[in-house]
């Protein structure tokens, strides 16, 4: 299966549900659409609206990222896994390179992942090089270095 993932990033407002109409139109009549799935992860201000409104179509809705601890804290701006889930996102997107340059560590990805299965969201965890290291040609350890770490943490 082949997934088709949309990371809106820092764009979009309500209104921009439209665009997500017209993608599920074209994917609901596509032939070919038993061998792919749609993904939109909007940012956090618009996963309720996009999740209620795609609920029963064909684009699944997730979250660009959570927070590393569950279900509840005193961190300001923190959205947990257990938050997304109940807003109706399916999967969370967790290790993007953006966060990973931001401070997320091994560990804290690690407890992303966790809470996110814990709370039902399929995860989709990135993994990649930032320049510096593709520019030294270090792009395959670097991949298998994040690999191993992360299944190496998660299997604990």
């Not at 350890?141 to 299944?151: M, T, V, W």
């Amino acid at each position: 299966m082949k997934y088709f993932i949309g990371n809106w990033k820092m764009f979009g407002v309500p209104g921009s549900v439209n665009i997500l109409d017209k993608i599920n139109l074209f994917y609901s009549k596509d032939r070919n659409r038993k061998k792919y799935r749609v993904i939109i992860t909007p940012p956090y201000t618009l996963l309720e609206t996009f999740s209620k409104k795609f609920r029963n179509k064909m684009i699944s809705i997730g979250s660009q990222n959570c927070y590393h601890k569950d279900p509840y804290s005193s961190n300001t701006a923190a959205i947990s896994s257990y938050m997304i889930k109940k807003v109706g996102a399916k999967l969370t997107l967790i290790g993007h390179s953006d966060n990973r340059a931001e401070g997320d560590t091994n560990e804290i990805l690690k407890n992303k992942v966790i809470f996110s299965l814990k709370n039902n969201l399929k995860v989709v965890f990135c993994i990649g090089e930032n320049k510096k290291q593709k520019k030294n040609k270090q792009t395959l350890n670097i991949l298998k270095k994040q690999n191993k770490s992360f299944r190496k943490k998660i299997q604990k």
